[in-house]
């Protein structure tokens, strides 16, 4: 009897052992893993300050070339595009800078003269422009390339375009010419939640009076693009 009930006291004194090693180990291992140095952050992705962007652009003259003829009159909506170069000063603040290329194909047009009337048409006129200017955002959003959804905003921007002269019928009419030009417009990012955006736009321009021309040759072209961010 005395050794079955030593026997049973070995037993348990075995298993409470057990119980408190074990208890010793999940505690031990706790204590290593909470004296543990923390694993290193990732570097958190630092805003992208630079970006380069691509138009395709479609634009339609408007105004007044002199009383009573429009410069739609003369000329067919354009076609070109816009290079641009950005750096964003703030989430919500752009600073640009751009060269832009304009196509309108001559119509063909009867031109009252005091000497009679003729019938023919303008070379095509070829607009080129350089222009710097800012955007403001609606959404400041820090990181564009980690984000979702539209991002309207309104830019404004002035510079010199340069137009190519005029010859009605291959008559030189007008010399080349550079004028001062500006514009303003609104526009929209597309973000991707990569540091590709598409964006789309529709601006005013006044690009000046052209040699010989009686009123600015105006336009609003419409554009949608791709901007990457460097």
Do not use: C
């Not at 962007?53 to 479609?58: D, E």
């Not at 404004?156 to 009419?173: C, E, K, M, R």
């Amino acid at each position: 009897m005395r050794q079955g009930v030593s026997g049973r006291t070995r037993a348990r004194g075995f298993q409470d052992r057990r119980l408190r090693l074990g208890a010793a180990g999940f505690f031990l291992l706790l204590a290593f893993l909470l004296l543990l140095p923390p694993a290193p952050a990732l570097a958190e992705e630092s805003p992208k300050k630079f970006d380069l962007s691509a138009a395709f652009r479609y634009s339609l003259p408007v105004g007044e070339e002199e009383a009573g003829v429009k410069w739609s009159d003369l000329y067919d909506p354009g076609v070109g595009g816009a290079f641009e170069v950005a750096y964003r000063a703030t989430p919500r603040l752009a600073l640009y800078g751009g060269v832009a290329s304009h196509r309108y194909k001559g119509k063909e047009v009867s031109l009252e003269m005091p000497f009679g009337a003729f019938t023919g048409k303008f070379n095509d006129q070829k607009l080129l422009s350089l222009y710097v200017g800012v955007k403001g955002y609606l959404l400041g959003m820090l990181l564009p390339q980690k984000s979702a959804g539209v991002n309207p905003y309104l830019r404004a921007d002035i510079g010199l375009t340069q137009f190519n002269g005029a010859a009605f019928n291959g008559d030189s009419v007008a010399d080349r010419s550079r004028e001062v030009a500006f514009s303003v417009g609104v526009g929209a990012d597309v973000l991707t939640y990569t540091r590709f955006i598409f964006f789309f736009e529709a601006r005013y321009e006044d690009h000046g009076i052209p040699d010989q021309a009686g009123k600015s040759f105006r336009a609003v072209p419409v554009s949608l693009g791709l901007r990457y961010l460097i």
